[in-house]
């Protein structure tokens, strides 16, 4: 009844990505999207190609596999996907985990809405900017940034952009200016994100995020903000599970 469709859980590593980065960590990764970006380094969760990885578990399975692996090397567990906020039923590993004096993080789009969000202690929204192919329910957004808003949980979330080109940057200003008090991240985007080339790949992300960080230094709109590049593919590359 209380279960959830899981396509990985790995750790410890590190949080490679945005307001936690660095933080020793367990991922949880859920399956199932309801966006399909064309860039996504993660489709594997929603486009049927690693279907027979996908188990339903319930929360009490989650913190067994949990434990299997990390023991009692951790404190905190980072959700992720797919899109998680499609699963009313997380609450459960969530309560499950807190009962266990564990931290928990957790990374969705801003498409749906959960109660939930208001337990999580470290909320990643990142919206999705032109070259994902997606389009952006302001909508939907401004309700989700409202209710984190009137339940004072605003210092627990941020606001993540993944950028690949002008176009991005610009709607990344967009969203930081419409929800200006929300911690905004800016992330480097990593368009090969198949290859096994390692050298070459960290090689062109950094040329990405200096690329970024000169165009962040140079707008005098942009000031309260932070640019940031994904850490665990410039130590690991494209390598699932880490
Ligand atoms: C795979 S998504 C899963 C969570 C949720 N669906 C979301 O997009 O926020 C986790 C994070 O990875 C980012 N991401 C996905 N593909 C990426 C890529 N090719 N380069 C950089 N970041 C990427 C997403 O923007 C998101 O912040
Ligand atoms: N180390 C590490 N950090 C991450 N931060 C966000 C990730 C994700 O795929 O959601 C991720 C991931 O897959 N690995
Ligand atoms: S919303 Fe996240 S998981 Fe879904 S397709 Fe986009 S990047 Fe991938
Ligand atoms: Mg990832």
């Keep these: 009844m209380s279960k959830v469709p899981v396509i990985e859980i790995f750790g410890p590593t590190i949080q490679g990505e945005g307001m936690v980065i660095g933080q020793k960590t367990m991922f949880v990764r859920t399956a199932g999207c309801d966006y399909s970006c064309t860039w996504c380094d993660s489709a594997f969760t929603w486009d049927g190609s690693a279907k027979d990885l996908i188990k339903q578990m319930d929360a009490e399975e989650i913190w067994h596999e949990l434990k299997l692996l990390g023991g009692n090397g951790f404190s905190f567990v980072t959700i992720s996907g797919g899109n998680p906020a499609l699963l009313k039923n997380l609450s459960y590993l969530i309560n499950l985990l807190k009962k266990n004096k564990i931290q928990v993080g957790l990374e969705t789009q801003g498409s749906k809405w959960q109660d939930w969000f208001l337990d999580i202690d470290e909320l990643t929204i990142s919206p999705k900017p032109p070259s994902s192919g997606m389009v952006t329910d302001f909508d939907t957004l401004d309700m989700i940034i409202e209710k984190l808003k009137g339940a004072n949980s ?20 967009k969203v930081h200016f419409r929800y200006p008090e929300i911690t905004f991240y800016l992330q480097v985007g990593n368009d090969d994100h198949r290859t096994s080339e390692n050298e070459r790949l960290i090689n062109q992300l950094l040329h990405k995020y200096e690329w970024l960080v000169n165009k962040v230094v140079e707008d005098n709109d942009l000031r309260n903000v932070k640019v940031l590049p994904q850490l665990h593919t410039l130590i690991w590359g494209n390598k699932r599970g880490v």
């Design 154 to 173: 605003t210092h627990s979330c941020s606001l993540k952009v993944v950028i690949f080109d002008d176009q991005d940057f610009d709607y990344a200003k």
